[in-house]
């Protein structure tokens, strides 16, 4: 099938996960039912609750499985304006970083467009890591009417991780939500040590199933809903949860679990061999995203005097499965906006792409993308340069 280099999108499933899969698809049994058939579910959800949770150093009272991360972000981020706003309408600011993932900035502008939000937007240095000295001053500012502070713990597109413990001392009493979808699984991440409201995590992105997450949540914090129903998951995520799924996400992070050590060494190696040898191709690419702790599986290279959306398309050709990690609307890729808040260029940002590593990733994979990388970028350059002389 190729080389993978998209782990950052999704994962392949961990043998233990699709085995958990598997035997609890056998089950029959509403896990809310109170016979002996959902008992026997209940008993199976509960105990991956504990792992789950014991694993993300957080109560399992805490863990509010959801359908997506994208679900988990949208509960925590309209969960705590609404909540806020309830309480005191003047409460309606929320702060968030510049470069957060879509399933964090689309229902922050959602509600800047509907419900009567504020955004305040947190710069990012160049290196990729959040303004500190930036969110001081707003917090100083405008603390009295900050609903909520969003900031990821890890960029999905650079790798680079965030000072949230510093963040949430900043913050003083304002709840402060981290996505922690890259993170979790790969590096360090204590609920409670952190000191954050609420956190999201994803189980496809740790050899999990699709289509199962948690949201987090500081036990006794109270937010407003966004599912109406049957009062599952503390009443904050109506809906019959997905046993299955959530049975798996527990051996997928328990096995993330285990391994975390030795595979953020491996893949850390694997990263640096691949980008010794990008740069040995091409002496002028150059890397986006520099913090003193990396996620190991994340390089995000430029290519200058290219386009990305040719060199995604030329590395596929050669068997190689990248991407931008940026939205592409209605076939028009869109420069990426994490990169611009780095203060890359349009054209820098247009000319880049994620490579992303994982627990299936070889070094003789990355020596055969060492191999074929000239190649694809003196293409993708050919390319573009007839593409900049049709323009003139
Ligand atoms: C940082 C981050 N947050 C949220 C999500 C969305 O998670 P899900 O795919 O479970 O909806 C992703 C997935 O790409 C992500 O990388």
Avoid at 37 to 60: D, L, M, N, W, Y
Avoid at 176 to 191: E, I, L, P, R
């Amino acid at each position: 099938m190729g080389i993978y280099l998209d782990h950052a999108a999704t994962t392949p499933m961990s043998p233990a996960a699709r085995e958990a899969l598997v035997a609890q698809m056998s089950q029959v049994g509403n896990a809310s039912s109170l016979h002996a058939f959902g008992r026997g579910v209940r008993k199976e959800v509960e105990q991956a609750r504990e792992s789950i949770a014991t694993i993300a150093c957080a109560h399992p009272t805490e863990i509010i499985f959801t359908a997506s991360g994208t679900e988990a972000n949208n509960l925590a981020i309209k969960g705590f304006y609404w909540k806020s706003i309830e309480r005191d309408p003047s409460k309606n600011i929320i702060v968030v970083a510049a470069f957060e993932h879509h399933a964090i900035l689309e229902p922050v502008v959602w509600l800047e467009e509907h419900e009567g939000a504020a955004v305040i937007y947190i710069p990012i240095k160049p290196e990729g890591v959040i303004d500190l000295d930036a969110l001081a001053q707003i917090i100083e500012t405008e603390s009295e009417h900050i609903a909520v502070i969003a900031v990821m713990h890890s960029n999905n597109e650079i790798g680079t991780i965030q000072p949230i413990a510093e963040i949430v001392e900043l913050a003083g009493g304002i709840p402060v939500h981290t996505d922690a979808v890259q993170s979790f699984g790969k590096v360090d991440f204590d609920f409670a040590v952190l000191g954050v409201r609420s956190a999201v995590i994803s189980a496809h992105k740790i050899g999990g199933p699709l289509g199962v997450a948690a949201l987090i949540l500081e036990h006794g914090i109270d937010i407003t809903p966004l599912l109406h129903g049957g009062g599952q998951e503390r009443d904050i995520r109506s809906g019959t949860i997905n046993a299955p799924s959530i049975v798996a996400f527990a051996a997928a992070a328990q096995s993330a679990a285990v391994d975390r050590v030795s595979n953020f060494e491996r893949t850390w190696k694997l990263r640096e061999s691949l980008k010794e040898r990008i740069l040995r191709a091409e002496p002028d690419a150059t890397f986006n995203g520099r913090s003193e702790i990396m996620l190991p599986g994340i390089l995000n290279v430029t290519f200058p005097n290219t386009e990305s959306d040719s060199l995604l398309l030329l590395l596929d050709n050669a068997g190689i499965a990248a991407s931008t990690g940026s939205a592409c609307s209605a076939g028009v890729q869109r420069a990426s906006h994490v990169l611009i808040s780095l203060g890359l260029t349009e054209a820098q940002a247009r000319s880049s792409i994620r490579f992303s590593l994982g627990s299936s990733t070889t070094q003789a994979e990355i020596d055969e993308v060492g191999s074929k990388i000239g190649s694809v970028v003196e293409s993708a350059r050919a390319a573009f340069s007839v593409g900049a002389g049709a323009k003139s």
